[in-house]
């Protein structure tokens, strides 16, 4: 009977058990092409994701660059429309103060996310490579050397972990390495040559010549790492000095036309640089004249920083106080500007160092970009 019925359904028990495999089989064939379509279909999410994510990161990217160079570029159109209304620099102008930057920046057209800037005067600081006489670069210029004594002075004397630390020292050491002695000999009894830096564990040569960038200062004898960034809050070196201020030597010498006349703006120097002016003897009087210059009745600055001996007229200070005029200046036409903005949790740096001139074609006023950094 059996028999008669598989013979019914034109089946045998071997192709029954083989239709059996058959359909196990595909069962199999089938599951493992979902297993590779879903493995597939993750992998091309993922991918579709990553690509969606670095689109949209550099679409940010972008936007910040725009946004920085846009702060940037309202920045110098500040400090032109300044240099046309006035001769003189001073943290009383517009492009020092946050309101009116404030107001500049409304107008910027960017909808989302955020932008600011500041501008400092980068002559308000000690230009390090006036310490040496440029073009010639052999000798002290003798008011810088007064003035940077001082200055080591009172930054030695402002953190127990600077005891250590001699002032002559590192002053010696700052002009072995910005003059072109060719290392005949030390400045001093404790300068330092490439003789010095050559001798290190790790060694290096001494540059002969004006530091290229600040951070060139970190390598010269007696300048620690804490005395040039700082140490627990006290700001260092770095903060205070610049290797910028170059200017056209009136007679180039052994093929250097350049000069540092290393002026600081005294309407924009930060206190620890007003306390360097002062002569030795009244340190004290630099925060008189730090306030005299901020001295306001509601919105309106009450006293006037034209000239340069200005300092003469502040309460507290006695009349034949004198500032070394070799010293310091009331102009400056090189600014630095930090421009920084933030765009869905991305955010963008700049840096910019420009040069305000006027160009000679058309006598009109410009910035010009010296440096610029991205971070």
């Known amino acids: 009977m059996r028999r008669a019925i598989m013979k019914i359904m034109n089946l045998t028990p071997s192709r029954k058990n083989r239709w059996g495999n058959e359909k196990g089989m595909a069962l199999l064939v089938t599951l493992s092409v979902i297993a590779v379509l879903i493995a597939a279909t ?21 936007t910040l660059n725009q946004m920085t160079a846009g702060a940037v570029h309202a920045a110098m159109a500040m400090l032109v429309k300044d240099r046309k209304e006035t001769q003189i620099d001073s943290i009383q102008e517009d492009w020092a103060n946050p309101e009116k930057v404030a107001e500049v920046l409304a107008d910027l057209p960017f909808e989302k996310g955020k ?60 002009k072995d390495w910005l003059d072109s002695g060719d290392d005949d000999a030390i400045t ?10 050559e001798s290190l564990e790790t060694p290096y040569a001494c540059r002969n010549g004006p530091l290229a960038h600040i951070g060139e200062l970190a390598k010269v004898r007696g300048v620690t790492p804490a005395l040039f960034r700082g140490v627990e ?75 340069p001996t200005w300092y003469s007229q502040v309460a507290g200070i006695p009349g034949d106080l004198r500032i070394d005029p070799k010293l310091i200046t009331t102009q400056s ?26 160009r000679k074609e058309t006598n009109k006023w410009q910035c010009r970009v010296v440096s610029w950094q991205a971070e």
């Not at 994701?49 to 550099?58: G, P």
């Not at 036409?333 to 040069?355: C, G, K, P, Q, W």
């Open 188 to 197: 001093g009894l404790n300068g330092a040559e490439s003789d010095y830096y």
């Open 42 to 62: 993750l992998e091309l999410n993922r991918k579709v994701r990553t690509s969606v994510v670095a689109t949209a990161a550099q679409r940010d990217r972008i």
């Open 115 to 174: 932008v600011a800037f500041a501008v400092t005067d980068e002559l308000g600081l000690i230009q390090v490579n006036a310490l040496v006489e440029f073009p010639r670069g052999r000798q002290f210029n003798e008011s810088q050397k007064i003035m940077w004594d001082r200055f080591t002075r009172l930054i030695i004397s402002s953190h127990e972990d600077f005891e250590e630390l001699e002032a002559t020292e590192i002053v010696n050491s700052m």
């Open 333 to 358: 036409d090189l600014f630095r500007i930090e421009a920084a903005a933030s765009l869905n949790d991305m955010e963008m740096v700049v840096t910019a160092v420009v040069y305000r001139e006027q």
């Open 233 to 307: 809050g006290m700001p260092g070196l770095d903060k205070f000095v610049t290797v910028r201020g170059v200017d056209q030597a009136r007679e180039p010498v052994d093929n250097r036309a350049f000069t540092f006349p290393g002026k600081i703006n005294i309407n924009t120097a930060p206190l620890p640089v007003l306390v360097a002016l002062m002569p030795s003897e009244n340190p004290e009087y630099a925060q008189l004249i730090h306030d005299y210059r901020e001295e306001k009745e509601e919105d309106t600055y009450l006293n006037d920083l034209s000239s």
